[in-house]
């Protein structure tokens, strides 16, 4: 069976420091990963995205980097964090099936700047 | 591009029906997903909808007409630990291998 893990669960930093959130799939190969971001009381933002290795999609222009060195591993980073990238991050993974592109998500970061 | 309303948020009560509505817009339809999350935690799979109907999954129903885009998420026999968020979302385009999601509807589910 598949299983996504994301660390750490809670990660308190203060404004300028910088950030690696880091988020690996197991029992599944050449996975699509993703990245998002849901700021409190608002609705899930797709931040990155990524169909294999070193192939990284951006979809809003921010401070923050992705990478991905290994195919099922998939990485989070920004060299100076703002106030505003304060929220839940949750890492995904999807394998087409058909007609279905599934998504399952991590158990996410919870990331408050300082 | 592409746009998702679903209502911020709702109250039921234990034991009830509720119906929470989402319509969209996209480029070409390839499909639409219910997740529900709570409070702190990731999102899960609820349904999957590509043709019209309802699909039926226990307490669970899932409503398409593409041609209104429109569906529903219909939950019978409430209970407490129904209190989530249900989340509406759907590939931008045919064959997009993203999700854009709803804000989510709030369900709060009362005694």
């Known amino acids: 069976s598949q299983t996504i893990h994301q660390w750490p669960a809670t990660l308190v930093q203060p404004v300028g420091s910088p950030l690696s959130l880091e988020c690996t799939v197991e029992?599944?190969?050449?996975?699509?990963l993703y990245w998002y971001r849901q700021a409190a009381g608002r609705g899930l933002q797709l931040l990155f995205y990524?169909?294999?290795?070193?192939?990284i999609s951006s979809e809003v222009p921010q401070n923050l980097s992705a990478s991905r060195p290994q195919d099922r591993q998939f990485i989070l980073s920004s060299k100076k964090l703002l106030l505003s990238d304060s929220g839940f991050y949750l890492c995904?993974?999807?394998?087409?099936?058909?007609?279905?592109?599934?998504?399952?998500f991590g158990p996410g970061t919870r990331l408050t700047v300082l | 591009g592409q746009n998702i309303d679903q209502p911020t948020e709702m109250t039921a009560t234990e034991g009830a029906i509720v119906q929470i509505n989402c319509t969209y817009q996209t480029s070409g339809f390839n499909g639409l997903f219910w997740y529900q999350q709570h409070a702190g935690e990731a999102p899960t799979f609820l349904s999957y909808n590509v043709l019209d109907g309802l699909e039926e999954k226990g307490r669970f129903s899932s409503f398409l007409s593409r041609s209104k885009g429109y569906s529903y998420l219909l939950l019978k026999e409430l209970q407490m630990k129904d209190s989530a968020s249900y989340l509406c979302?759907?590939?931008?385009?045919?064959?997009?291998?993203?999700?854009?999601f709803g804000t989510g509807t709030r369900l709060t589910i009362i005694p």
């Open positions: 979302a759907v590939p931008p385009n045919f064959g997009n291998e993203k999700l854009t």
């Open positions: 995904a993974w999807s394998v087409r099936r058909g007609r279905i592109n599934e998504q399952f």
């Open positions: 029992g599944t190969s050449n996975p699509n």
């Open positions: 990524s169909v294999g290795i070193g192939q």
